[in-house]
């Protein structure tokens, strides 16, 4: 295993792990994706939740086309529009609609969620970026 996640219990409890510990060679990048098909056509308009999943969907992807897994992700970040803490509840409704369909541990790797005022297309509600280390 290349990757080690674990929580401090001097630090509060948190959807996410605190650390993780990677050996390996290669690191990926996956830069932010979002919630478009291969086409671009948008998914989900307008619905977080949704969004979520299909963002996380597509960092998949990208993980998958080199040989990775979310299992070797150390650190995601979420940019989320007109962030709000009552969004919470389907942002993390997105997350475990697709946990188990991608093998995204829970709690997840180290995560940050940051909150923008907008991503680069009006619709666009949440992007999500990866990093894992491999081999």
């Known amino acids: 295993m290349t990757v080690q996640l674990s929580s401090p219990d ?9 650390v993780a510990v990677a050996t390996g060679t290669r690191h990926v ?26 963002a996380l ?36 409704s997105g997350v475990h609609s697709v946990a188990e369909e991608l093998g995204l541990p829970m709690p997840m790797p180290p995560a940050s969620l940051i909150g923008v005022d907008y991503l680069f297309e009006p619709d666009v509600l949440v992007e999500v970026e990866a990093t894992a280390v491999i081999d």
Request: glycine fraction near 12%.
């Open 10 to 18: 001097s630090l509060m409890p948190a959807p996410y792990q605190h």
């Open 57 to 92: 969907r597509n960092a998949h992807a990208g993980l998958q086309s080199v040989g990775a897994g979310f299992e070797d992700v150390v650190r995601l970040a979420f940019y989320v529009t007109a962030w709000a803490p009552e969004k919470i509840e389907a942002f993390m």
């Open 29 to 54: 990048h996956v830069a932010g994706q979002i919630a478009r098909d291969s086409d671009g056509e948008p998914l989900a308009p307008g619905h977080l939740q949704g969004q979520v999943g299909h």
